[in-house]
């Protein structure tokens, strides 16, 4: 696997190109937008599980979380983590930071 530049082009031309990075390069520019949100959304799909997860755990007072000693309430802001995510990946403004 070579390391590269925006052009695809190989910045370390010692190191193949791998079978993934090959076939990638291939696809046109709509054929990568559409692998680029594919790869997007199963990210967005990974950090809401993991937000459930920790919500799970934290509501049924399995996991306390605290930043800089202070422990964090469940929920603060009446909601969910993983809806919480949600919601500010379709454009929710974050809390007032003195709430």
Known sequence: MGIRNASTKP???????????????????D??????????DSRQSAIHDVCAH??????????TLDLDGVRLPTS???GTMHMD????????????EEV
């Open 11 to 29: 910045i370390c031309h010692s190191l193949p190109m791998s079978r993934k990075e090959s076939n990638f390069a291939s696809f046109n520019d």
């Open 31 to 40: 054929q990568k937008l559409i692998i680029a949100e594919m790869l997007l």
């Open 54 to 63: 920790l919500e799970w755990l934290h509501s049924s007072e399995r996991l």
């Open 76 to 78: 603060p802001f009446f």
């Open 85 to 96: 995510y949600t919601c500010r990946l379709n454009g929710d403004a974050w809390p007032d």
